[in-house]
């Protein structure tokens, strides 16, 4: 079973910074899980944003690249997705997602806020 709980939202400025974290409760080693991050905007479907693997082995979409750092720390259970050079484009509700070998979790969680505007 997965349990998922992301904070770090808020309101910043076009071009600031914020880090994002998901805290995850497994039933297996979180090393173990695939992370991911996906965000949705209000009126529009949830999308892809960023994945690290059990080896560290990072992906981005392309509208992040360059911007948005996903990293995690096994011993705290926790994922992270640093959010520099932020845009209005940004903005949505952010959620964090596991995958144990092959299969995504369909356990979402609340998910954490993000504005970006001026």
């Known amino acids: 079973q997965v349990h998922v709980v992301e904070s770090g939202g808020g309101w910043v400025q076009p071009g600031g910074s914020l880090r994002l974290s998901c805290v995850a409760s497994?039933?297996?080693?979180?090393?173990?899980?695939?992370m991911g991050w996906y965000r949705q905007a209000l009126g529009k479907q949830r999308e892809f944003v960023a994945v690290?693997?059990?080896?560290?082995?990072?992906n981005y979409a392309d509208s992040v690249k360059g911007r948005f750092t996903i990293s995690r720390d096994n011993t705290k259970k926790t994922v992270y997705l640093q959010m520099n050079s932020l845009k209005p484009e940004d903005t949505a509700v952010y959620y964090c997602?596991?995958?144990?070998?092959?299969?995504?979790?369909?356990?979402w969680g609340q998910g954490t806020q993000v504005t970006v505007s001026s």
């Open positions: 997602r596991a995958k144990y070998g092959s299969a995504w979790s369909d356990n």
């Open positions: 690290i693997n059990t080896v560290g082995y990072t």
């Open positions: 497994v039933s297996r080693p979180f090393s173990t899980y695939t």
